[in-house]
């Protein structure tokens, strides 16, 4: 199988072409360098890591399906990050009209083994665990403004609030943020 | 856990900008240059804090990404489990038999994996698409095989094609009824190899 590995050194767009041509080997390629940063970031938005695998396996089903709508094939990362997004969103809203409660299983803690402890991973460490302290509205405003790139606007339809009520969770989350970074810095 | 319910704050004015539009203004990549932001030191650090976050949040992904391969072998299976059964097959391709009360065929997406085949195992190419221009359902008539690929650096791109146009015109002799009116290959990347 010595053709597997030019595939996983392959750029996106000739990896996108082929799986659009019915390469899945080409598209496992493509989920496995991208599959675990957008469940990191739908576990983020979901605080489940169970919910999370879902909503990333299906959205690399959807783009499985759609991907010969993918006008420029380099573009597939951002591509899924939306398709991740709004499947993520789905679940926030449907969790919300079913009245649940907002929190089921929390992520995972990160380990901390102090000799592995140097001055850049703390930094990470914190402004990861900051996150996950934010109110759920103020986390996942940030978590749209920031990751996904959404608009003020934008992030006001998804989350069915006001703009200007986003305005103060982003303003909130990122005068939070900012000061947990300066603490490690 | 939330003080959400308290009166909402109105967005940091950072030396008459909100941060909505400082953000706005990073993701345009500080362009146009806006002289009233880039000539005001408070704006310009209340950038770069922004900048870093976006940064540090990206990076404590990343890291976070690669801690769980288990969890992600596990999905990743469930999902490629469902899309072999999803693969669109195209079209079917004759293929000779010598028994002629027999009527073979191959699926399109089986020959078109046939040609990157060819190509993948050659060497110095990374195969990208592969269309079947012409009636391949209807032996005889001439198809025009038309391939993208990625070429490796510093190879000469008249002999590769020459290379992979002969790799890919043995395979579809050997395996389908195809009659090739030409091959045309098109290297669309370079990759280091």
């Known amino acids: ?185 | 856990m939330t003080n959400d319910d308290a009166a909402m704050p109105e967005d940091d004015l950072v030396d008459g900008h909100t941060m909505e539009e400082l953000g706005a203004y990073l993701d345009r990549d500080r362009t146009p240059r806006d002289p009233s932001i880039e000539g005001s030191p408070a704006c310009r650090l209340a950038l770069s804090g922004m900048q870093r976050l976006r940064e540090l949040s990206w990076d404590a992904m990343q890291h976070r990404a690669e801690d769980d391969p288990d969890r992600d072998s596990a999905w990743i299976s469930g999902l490629l489990d469902t899309i072999r059964n999803e693969v669109r097959s195209g079209r079917d391709v004759p293929v000779d038999h010598p028994d002629p009360r027999l009527r073979l065929t191959m699926t399109e997406a089986s020959v078109r994996g046939l040609v990157r085949r060819a190509g993948d195992t050659m060497g110095g190419v990374v195969m990208g698409r592969c269309t079947l221009h012409g009636d391949v359902t209807e032996p005889g008539t001439p198809i025009r095989v038309e391939v993208t690929a990625s070429i490796a650096y510093g190879l000469a791109a008249d002999v590769t094609a020459d290379r992979l146009r002969a790799r890919i015109a043995e395979v579809l002799g050997r395996h389908t009824e195809i009659v090739i009116d030409r091959i045309d290959v098109v290297f669309d990347d370079v990759h280091v190899p």
């Open chain 1, 1 to 185: 199988m010595n053709d597997d590995v030019s595939l996983v050194d392959a750029e996106d767009a000739t990896l996108v072409v082929r799986a659009a041509d019915g390469d899945v080997r080409a598209f496992e390629v493509l989920a496995r360098r991208h599959g675990p940063l957008l469940r990191v970031f739908a576990a983020k938005m979901l605080r489940s890591n169970d919910e999370s695998d879902d909503v990333v396996q299906e959205s690399f089903l959807i783009g499985w399906r759609q991907l010969s709508d993918l006008e420029t094939p380099a573009r597939f990362r951002p591509w899924m990050m939306q398709i991740v997004t709004r499947k993520a969103l789905d679940r926030i809203r449907s969790r919300r009209h079913h009245d649940d409660v907002d929190t089921v299983d929390p992520p995972a803690h990160a380990v901390h083994s102090p000799e592995r402890i140097v001055e850049a991973r703390l930094q990470l460490d914190a402004v990861w665990q900051a996150l996950d302290t934010l109110p759920d509205d103020q986390r996942r405003c940030w978590l749209l403004r920031e990751a996904s790139g959404y608009s003020y606007q934008e992030i006001a339809e998804a989350l069915e609030l006001p703009v200007s009520t986003v305005r103060g969770l982003l303003a909130r989350a990122r005068r939070f943020l900012l000061q947990e970074m300066e603490a490690w810095r």
